[in-house]
């Protein structure tokens, strides 16, 4: 008995093995399902459904039976659905009862190119996934495999998709596609998981890469993918179009770079963007901007054109409010020497962060302070400043180059108008001084380079750069570099500014050997009229600058100026002076046939005792009232004008001495009017005029037999004045 229960119960678990094995690999054919699969089906509109043979397994991995099926005919609004295989899974304990339920699907399909894919494009939701399926998407291959589970009352619980693409390609533009790509996908109902992502787009190469789309609250994308660019001139002006809105990309010139990009986009249920973040890091090889306009100034005299990067890493981050960037390498502005460069760039909505550091070899000029950097020599530059809108912030700004030094701080800039300043110190080879801004501004150095300083001012434009400030100044300089290599020692001046303009000044100079200059101005109270002076015991420091007393030599000066808010009014005058290898005037007595005196202005110079000028400047126009030149050899008298655009106009009288000296001497004085004797005795002198612009005045010359009262006035009360 016992025999007969022990093969018994072999036996029954020899058939129980079988059949699981059975089951569990090649099934059991039946069709006994067939009604019940085909009502479930028909209980979903649309669907046509024809079962050829039905094969009933267990699932020993989830312990559940199924039924499958090999290339059933579906049809979905009259598409069909390539399915290779299909497989039920039935609830146990509802088959028991006769009234089997289906908890889950599983459907293969058949390998789908792109043609048989555009063909299922109708039944596709959403609209937009429709339309890159039918217009963007070229070729490809798609292997797929869908999971379909159902709740107690058969209705769609969750699903899942997964598959791979192949050989895919995407026209995105005209003449920009998406080529060779493949990735492998995961999609249910909440999320949408691509990975492996390869590809490339026309320069870019894309590998690595992944795309996680969350549905459920609107659509949240995340991607990390690296990228391989490799762009020359010709690829980027292709796609330059595309990128109008970017003039910095219609600039780039070439780029090769290895980079990792991470993107995140959030999205509101009509797919509008709420939010995204895009950060990029890796490095560039190498690249090339131009400059939209070549960058040339006052400052540097070479233009740049253009600027090289190599081995520049970098990091930056895209956002709505935020942009930021850094980049680590080195640069170069003729594509052969490469320095170093660090870049760290920050703007959150309006407000910009700068902080910028490198070395640089070209030229380089401060003309205020007489500095020039070489380009032999290698200079560095920390710069750390805020922009918003139209304010600008120079937290601080560092220059050094071998033992020449710049430092600002707090460097203040509104609307392209200088705002306010907290220090800045300067020591070159020539410089040794710092400014300082509180109540007042505070001047103090051991030397200062005034070299270049007029010439600078005279470029100048004539807006007002400096109407921000609004304080009283004190400059105290031991020793002052000025024009013509001449030394000014303890030079101090105080005054006031207003609206960036002296008003007041009191200031004094030692040019040394019982030498001075004196400088002040004062404001009627009363009026806006300013009352300007200045004297100094030398000449050509003043003067050096203005081509008209080329080759005046010796002397004093004496300058006054009454001066208000649209106009000026001024007298010049300089006493015991010669005039040495002036070209103008050696030119004016070469035309006059006064070669003496000529080779006289040539040589040894020619002396004058007094000269006069007297001028009105309104706005850019200059007229010339009355210049007097009177000396022992030649007296001038002329008068003019200069325009804005540099044409001058001057008209005179030129007469030598001797006929001077021959005339006065044989005329009456009749009260203030001065009358020659003998008008046709032959009195000589030259009438002239000197016109055009700037280094290209054209001289005439006419003799004259009669000189006119106020001429002759003239020569008469400066002879009272020497007795």
Known sequence: MKKIIINLFLFILILMVSLIVILSTIGLETNKFNKFISKKVSQSKNIDLNLDTIKFKIDLKDLSLFLETQNPQIKYRDVYVPIQNAKLYIDFLSLLKSNPKIIKTNLILKELDITQLKKLSIIIKPSNLKSLLNNKIKQGKLISEIDIYLNEQGLLKDFIIKGKVGDLEIKFLKDLSLVETKFSFFADKNDILIKNIFGNIEGINISDGDIKLNLENGIKLTSNFNSKIDYDERLLEKHTKYFSEYKIIERIKSLKAVLNNNLSIDFDSTYKVKDYNYNISGQLEKGRLDFLKPISNNYIKEQIKEIYFSDLKIRSTFSPNN??????????????????????????????????????????????????????????????????????????????????????????????????????????????????????????????????????????SGENKLKKINKYIEIDFTNVTVPMSEKLQNFKLIG??????????????????NNYLDISMKKDENSEKKYFEIYSDLTRPLLSEYSFFNGLSGGKLNFTSTIDNTSSISKLKIEDFKVINAPGVIKLLSLADLGGLADLAAGEGLSFDLLLIEFEKNKNFLKLNEILALGPSISVLMEGYQEENGLTSLRGTLVP??????????????????IPKDVGEGLFGISFKMKGPKDQIKTTINPIRTLTPRFIQKIIDKNKAAK
């Not at 380089?364 to 809108?389: C, G, H, M, Q, W």
């Open 323 to 460: 942009i930021s960037f850094n980049g680590e390498g080195k640069y170069s502005l003729n594509n052969l020497d490469f320095l170093k460069m660090n870049l760290e760039s920050y703007q959150r909505n309006d407000i910009l962060n700068l902080k910028l550091d490198f070395d640089y070899n070209k030229d380089f000029e401060l003309i205020p302070i007489n500095y020039k950097k070489s380009k032999d020599t290698i200079a560095n530059l920390v710069l750390d400043l805020e922009k918003k809108r139209d304010f600008i912030k120079i937290n601080s700004l560092y220059y050094e180059e071998g033992n020449n030094l710049i430092k600002i701080n707090d460097f203040k800039i509104k609307n392209n108008n200088f705002f306010s300043f907290k220090k800045i110190e300067v020591k070159t080879n020539n410089n040794n001084f710092f400014i300082k801004s509180g109540k007042k501004i505070f001047v103090k150095g051991k030397k200062f380079d005034a070299s270049n300083l007029s010439k600078f001012l005279s470029k100048q």
């Open 496 to 513: 006031e500014i207003k609206n960036g303009k002296f008003v007041k000044i009191s200031s004094k100079g030692d040019f040394g050997g």
């Open 657 to 674: 001495a001797k006929t001077i000296n021959k005339m006065i001497s044989k005329i009456p004085v009749i009260g203030n009017i001065v």
